[in-house]
Each structure stands twice: as C-alpha cells, then as structure tokens.
Nanobody, 124 residues
Framework: QVQLVESGGGLVQAGGSLRLSCVASGRTFSSYAMGWFRQAPGKEREFVAAIRWSPDRTYYGDSVKGRFTISRDNAKNTVYLQMNSLKPEDTAVYYC?????????????????WGQGTQVTVSS
C-alpha cells in the first residue's frame, strides 16, 4: 500500500509560480511512475505531467508544456511539480498519483494510488 500526501498549493497571481510536493510512503517508491493530474470545477480530470524512474523520462500535457516541470527525489520519496507562468485557467485541485508498473501514462486509470489533492488558485 502506498500513501501519497500533496502540499504546496495556494493562491497566486497570474504570472507567478508555485511548487507542489507529493510525499509517498512505501519502500518501492523509486520503481513507481509518478504523475500529476488536475481537476477544475465542472471539468474532467486532466493529465498534467508524469515521470518514469528508469530511464528518467518526463511527459507533459499540452496545456502546461514549457511552463511546468516535474521532478523526483527518490531519497526523499518525493515528486515535485514546479509551476511557472501560472494562468487563471490553471486553477484546479491538483492530485498526485502513483503507477506501480512504471508506465507514466497520461490516462488516470493506469494509476493505482492517489493523494487527497491540493488546491491551486490563480487570480487574474
């Protein structure tokens, strides 16, 4: 069983930055692919970014490419999402997810564990 706890959300002005963190329990974190998803009110869940463990490859949703960066620190069992040049349309609850098979897919159904989410609000 893996537990994921997100933090770092908050209120920021458009053009600003935030860094989200997701700490995972469990001894096999380094073998999992990790992903970030978001969901705005009245909208479907959207893929944001994912990272594989070996090779260390990253993937991004089209709406965040060039602005967001996903990274991981296996020693700390933590995955990060650095969000720059934030826009009001980035406002959502952001969820961290873990895929025990290491696929780093953009489809949320392939992830086995989810965090409780952290709210990000970008004001115009």
């Amino acid at each position: 069983q893996v537990q994921l706890v997100e933090s770092g959300g908050g209120l920021v002005q458009a053009g600003g930055s935030l860094r989200l963190s997701c700490v995972a329990s469990g001894r096999t974190f380094s073998s999992y692919a990790m992903g970030w998803f978001r969901q705005a009110p009245g909208k479907e869940r959207e893929f944001v970014a994912a990272i594989r463990w070996s090779p260390d490859r990253t993937y991004y949703g089209d709406s965040v490419k060039g602005r967001f960066t996903i990274s991981r620190d296996n020693a700390k069992n933590t995955v990060y999402l650095q969000m720059n040049s934030l826009k009001p349309e980035d406002t959502a609850v952001y969820y961290c997810a873990a895929d025990r098979y290491g696929r780093a897919n953009s489809y949320g159904g392939t992830y086995d564990y989810w965090g409780q989410g952290t709210q990000v609000t970008v004001s115009s």
